[in-house]
């Protein structure tokens, strides 16, 4: 763990640890990685997202179908400030992590704000009037919970050496990969059980939008166990040495002018770090909008109602899962990681998702006029709300699912795995918690603005500048990275 140490310390030369200097000069990683707590920590991610993917298809679907006054445009505020509460709780635990050199304090933290969220959702049907705010917190809840998730990416660097962290990386974004099978899966299951289902307690239903949950607590409770049971605390060997009386770490201005001052004398290439976190922004840019904007255009474009959106999101994500989960395994026990050079594999994933917005744009002579509004299903294109609702076109959900899902599929988790990597190698041989906490929050920071943005731009105006605006985004990506192409090459080999 990095600690402020005084300025004639004999393990301080010109205001940087030595140690960690002497580490970053030095390109060998001595380190040995302990796959036994990365597959702990890979459990872990895996319960925790799952706790969260088994909710995500059916949100707009059920608040739509509990409260006639929910639009897409309060769905995107609900989005949000989800993950603004995401956003901010990142690096709450990031710091806290850092300071305690604990990941497992948190991580329990975590876990029970999460069951919190379970029983207020559980509990709606005791709210008459409003039940969108009630969902927003809930929302809210699941956020700040799920952010708990950030300090694995530090614990992840510090179980792993230099040559094995591609795998490593491979390793916790399986687990993701794993839980958008596994909870789409939980969701189809419940499909047959449409609401309002049936009332096992007073007041408390089983349907197919409740059903899931029931899953998610009992999933947090195991995961509370293996964390407090399995996972080992681990720091540094060499920030040991340190003395105790300068480990009182402490966040006032002196000291973060002192750390500011570290951070310019170090080895950092901060260009290549701020090209890793303007690359990160568009990419989140991108995926948020797709996250958002899914089942409300199946939804008000295809004209689905909640069951059929929920089937068929579910469906597409466990396909989505499948060849993800394909491409992390090839990581994993193929080493793919060293047989393409990772900033080559982000670049073609970059080029190939913008293709996807091209391709899939609602053009005349491939669309078809939007879905007319259903007031039993509350489905369809409602001219009340969307003023473009008898001129706009849709494309063919089918020909749209086929060309999203094959390039998405392997192209995200790709994108994701080798950014990261690259990303780490740039940050060298220091403690990333932080630095990686810090990557998370910008991260929220677009998806706390990009779902306002998304359902505005799509109340206002449909698809099809959405789409435009994405191939954009994805050119912009490509350029950018194809400029700093040599300089990223130089950190990697």
């Not at 060298?428 to 929050?441: F, K, L, R, Y």
Request: charged share 15%; glycine share 6%.
């Amino acid at each position: 763990m990095d600690v402020e140490v005084p300025a004639d310390s004999p393990v301080v030369q010109n205001g940087v640890i030595l140690e960690k200097e002497e580490l970053m000069k030095d390109a060998k990683d001595d380190r040995r990685t302990n796959w036994r707590l990365i597959t702990i920590a890979g459990i872990v991610s895996c319960l925790n997202a799952v706790e969260n993917s088994v909710v995500g298809i059916g949100e707009w679907p059920y608040m739509k179908e509990i409260d006639e006054d929910a639009t897409a445009q309060f769905f995107g505020f609900a989005t949000s400030a989800s993950k603004c509460g995401h956003a901010v709780f990142a690096l709450i635990f990031s710091i806290w992590s850092y300071k305690t050199q604990s990941v497992r304090i948190p991580l329990l933290a975590s876990r029970f704000i999460a069951i919190i969220a379970c029983t207020i959702y559980l509990s709606i049907e005791y709210v008459e009037t409003d039940k969108r705010y009630v969902l927003m917190s809930v929302y809210v809840f699941l956020g700040i919970a799920n952010s708990g998730g950030t300090v694995l990416r530090g614990y992840i660097t510090l179980c792993s050496s230099n040559e094995d962290r591609p795998r490593a990386f491979a390793t916790l974004g399986l687990s993701f990969i794993f839980s958008i099978i596994v909870g789409p899966t939980i969701q189809l299951i419940f499909t047959e059980f449409p609401y309002p289902g049936y009332e096992i307690l007073p007041g408390i239903r089983f349907h197919l939008y409740s059903a899931p949950i029931w899953i998610s607590f009992i999933l947090t409770i195991l995961t509370v166990f293996v964390i407090y049971v399995f996972m080992e605390d681990i720091t540094r060997e060499k920030s040991k040495k340190l003395r105790q009386s300068d480990s009182q770490a402490s966040f006032s201005m002196e000291k973060l002018r002192a750390a500011y001052q570290k951070m310019k004398k170090s080895n950092l290439d901060w260009k290549l770090i701020g090209v890793c976190f303007f690359v990160k922004v568009a990419v989140t840019f991108s995926h948020a909008t797709l996250s958002t904007i899914g089942s409300i255009l199946y939804m008000v474009q295809f004209g689905w109602d909640g069951k059929t959106t929920v089937q068929v999101g579910s469906i597409t994500m466990v396909i989505f899962g499948i060849m993800s989960s394909t491409v992390l395994l090839l990581y994993i026990f193929c080493h793919l990681g060293k047989i393409i050079p990772q900033h080559k594999m982000f670049l073609f994933c970059t080029i190939a998702f913008g293709l996807v917005y091209i391709i899939t744009y609602p053009y005349e002579f491939s669309s078809t006029p939007v879905a007319r509004y259903n007031e039993t299903t509350r489905s369809g294109c409602d001219p009340r709300e969307y003023s473009w609702c008898f001129t706009a076109l849709a494309v063919n959900p089918i020909w749209y699912l086929t060309i999203t899902i094959l390039v998405a599929g392997p192209a995200i988790p790709t994108m994701s795995t080798s950014l990261d990597t690259v990303y780490s190698r740039i940050l060298g041989n220091i403690d990333q918690s932080i630095a990686h906490g810090a990557m998370t929050v910008v991260d929220d920071v677009l998806y706390m603005i990009t779902p306002i943005f998304t359902t505005t731009l799509f109340t206002l105006y449909g698809v099809g500048p959405l789409w435009i605006i994405k191939t954009l985004v994805f050119a912009i990506i490509a350029l950018t990275w194809m400029l700093n192409f040599k300089k990223i090459e130089q950190h990697l080999y």
